[in-house]
């Protein structure tokens, strides 16, 4: 996968979370999305969702942006900044 295409893929997500819409971040991950969170790894598209639903709803104002530092990785190898 190419950097643009995973800084759109980043994006859309940025987005999607943003705006509070569920489906629109779905549509942006691939069908075997797996999440590893904080004391939840492993999750597939529901179970993220269902993890991050009340984190969503508990900060109505909350956006999500990248900075000048955040970076992009391919999953297959991440790298450390």
């Known amino acids: 996968m190419n950097q643009d295409t995973l800084v759109e893929i980043g994006s859309s ?18 069908d075997d999305f797996v999440a590893d969170y904080p004391c939840a790894p492993k999750l597939d598209r529901a179970a993220a969702r269902a ?3 009340p984190f969503v709803s508990a900060f109505p104002d909350i956006v ?18």
């Open 13 to 30: 997500l940025f987005d999607a979370f943003t705006r509070h819409d569920a489906s629109l971040r779905e549509r942006a991950l691939a």
């Open 64 to 81: 999500m942006k990248a900075g000048a530092r955040c970076r992009f990785w391919s999953m297959e190898r991440p790298s450390r900044v």
């Open 51 to 53: 993890y991050d639903e």
